[in-house]
């Protein structure tokens, strides 16, 4: 009985420590970056994906370390492959541009497709114009107004503007709609 009030009362207590990953946000917060990199680097190395994606920013970010997009690159995907939507996104980008590795919108379409199913919506607004342009797809524009709407929805406002000139201006093919791009305004 004894020891099951003790698990009991160890589950309900709070801990005065909130934990490493915990700790390292604290740290990065406060501009400690080598401290953050120091708490978070044993949970990435042990498939914390969150700390796999922490330590990408700061490598790609150059903070507390060297930039280095090819370390960017290696926990990005990490974590990525963990279905982190932030880590997704980022992972998108490196390829979109083509840093810490080949250049590739087709690699980076993929990324965004992933995070878009996770209602990213930075992953949504670019993946609307890289189906708008036809960059590293075939060319749908119903599908970047699908993509754009749904960033919009959830506040982007990058989308929103998008759509309203879409509308505005007739761009990619959609017919001028003045009530629709005053709907996006």
């Given at each position: 009985m004894r020891l099951r009030l003790l698990a009991f009362l160890l589950l309900i207590t709070p801990f005065a420590s909130a934990g490493p990953?915990?700790?390292?946000v604290a740290a990065f917060?406060?501009?400690?970056?080598?401290?953050?990199?120091?708490?978070?680097?044993p949970l990435a190395e042990s498939g914390d994906a969150d700390s796999q994606?922490?330590?990408?920013?700061?490598?790609?970010?150059?903070?507390?370390?060297?930039r280095d997009d090819r370390a960017a690159l290696h926990w990005f995907t990490q974590a990525a492959r963990q279905n982190h939507g932030d880590a997704q996104y980022n992972?998108?980008?490196?390829?979109?541009?083509g840093r810490g590795t080949y250049r590739s919108d087709r690699d980076a379409l993929l990324w965004w497709q992933?995070?878009?199913?996770?209602?990213?919506?930075?992953?949504?607004?670019?993946?609307?114009?890289?189906?708008?342009?036809?960059?590293?797809?075939?060319?749908?524009?119903?599908?970047?107004?699908?993509q754009w709407?749904?960033?919009?929805?959830?506040?982007?406002?990058?989308?929103?503007?998008?759509?309203?000139?879409?509308?505005?201006?007739?761009?990619?093919?959609?017919?001028?709609?003045?009530?629709?791009?005053?709907?996006?305004r």
């Open positions: 990953l915990d700790d390292g917060n406060a501009g400690d970056y080598t401290r953050a990199m120091a708490l978070w680097r994606y922490n330590l990408g920013l700061l490598h790609a970010g150059g903070l507390g370390v060297a992972l998108g980008l490196l390829y979109a541009q992933l995070a878009a199913a996770q209602d990213h919506a930075d992953a949504r607004f670019n993946l609307g114009v890289m189906y708008a342009y036809g960059m590293g797809c075939a060319q749908d524009t119903d599908a970047a107004l699908v709407e749904a960033a919009a929805r959830s506040g982007h406002a990058r989308a929103r503007d998008t759509l309203a000139r879409v509308y505005e201006e007739g761009l990619f093919g959609v017919r001028r709609n003045s009530a629709k791009a005053a709907e996006w």
